[in-house]
Nanobody, 136 residues
Framework: QVQLVESGGGSVQAGGSLRLSCVAS????????MGWFRQAPGKEREAVAA????????YTADSVKGRFTISQDDAKNTLHLQMSSLKPDDSAMYFC?????????????????????????????WGQGTQVTVSS
């Protein structure tokens, strides 16, 4: 089992920044991919970004590319999401997730690798979420 605990959410004005963190504990070595997903009221949960623990490759959704950056700290048990130039449309509950499924995908570097998809079904462990609210 893997436990995930998110933090860092809050309220910010449009154009502002927030940094989300996700601390992972338990059988972390069983996971390869970690990701951030978000869900706004009345909408489906969508992928934001993913990180491969095996090689550090990143995968970022087009909707946030250039504004959001996913990273992992040196201890390899905390996942971050740096969010900049926030828009009201970014308001949602943000969830951290982890899984072990890999596919051949194109990473942010433009290289095709055995890495992490931005697919909910690939992730089996989920945190409780942290709320992000962006006001105009």
């Amino acid at each position: 089992q893997v436990q995930l605990v998110e933090s860092g959410g809050g309220s910010v004005q449009a154009g502002g920044s927030l940094r989300l963190s996700c601390v992972a504990s338990g059988y972390i070595s069983s996971t390869v991919c970690m990701g951030w997903f978000r869900q706004a009221p009345g909408k489906e949960r969508e992928a934001v970004a993913a990180f491969s623990r095996s090689d550090g490759s990143t995968y970022t959704a087009d909707s946030v590319k250039g504004r959001f950056t996913i990273s992992q700290d040196d201890a390899k048990n905390t996942l971050h999401l740096q969010m900049s130039s926030l828009k009201p449309d970014d308001s949602a509950m943000y969830f951290c997730a982890a899984g072990s499924t890999r596919h051949f995908v194109k990473g942010d570097s433009g290289t095709w690798v055995l890495g992490c998809r931005l697919q909910l079904s690939d992730y089996v462990y989920w945190g409780q979420g942290t709320q992000v609210t962006v006001s105009s």
